[in-house]
């Protein structure tokens, strides 16, 4: 079983903290639906994320395309991912339960620490994991560093 990491985004964009998640991701030979709310929005993030540098190439592609399940990498609005990921980031409010962590490596979290509404919907999540009896952790940057702030038993 795996478990549940939420990250409260306070200084770097949600795309830098993505890039950063994926990379340990892919080195640990996972693959990664990152999940997001809004198609749009997943444009965008998809653009982002080949803008990096080229010695962080990240592998991967936007739902809809002919090679979906080959993706290291998918991004998508659907719960149900064609390439079998070991992962889910869910980024933008996008939906997660506690059900699925039980079939994942890790479920990522991503929220913004300057959106109210993102705050209070990343609670509901951490309420639920917890209530459902998954091992969680929330993560908040202090002055640039990650530190685990919080952290829920599990079973």
């Not at 997001?36 to 965008?44: F, N, S």
């Not at 990343?122 to 530190?147: H, L, N």
Request: hydrophobic share 45%.
């Amino acid at each position: 079983m795996g478990k549940a990491m939420f990250y409260h985004l306070t200084r770097d964009p949600v795309e830098v903290t993505a890039a950063t998640l994926l990379t340990r991701a892919l080195g640990a030979g996972w693959r990664v639906a990152l999940r997001g709310g809004d198609r749009t929005r997943l444009e965008w993030l998809d653009a982002q994320l080949w803008l990096g540098a080229k010695d962080s190439f990240l592998p991967h592609g936007l739902a809809g395309g002919p090679h979906d399940a080959d993706q290291p990498i998918l991004l998508t609005t659907a719960r149900d991912a064609p390439n079998r990921p070991a992962c889910v980031m869910a980024v933008d409010r996008a939906e997660v339960d506690a059900s699925e962590v039980a079939a994942l490596e890790r479920l990522w979290i991503l929220f913004d620490g300057q959106d109210e509404a993102a705050l209070t919907h990343a609670r509901g999540q951490w309420k639920a994991m917890v209530a459902a009896g998954v091992q969680a952790e929330y993560w908040s940057q202090d002055g640039g560093a990650w530190a685990k702030k919080a952290q829920s038993g599990g079973g």
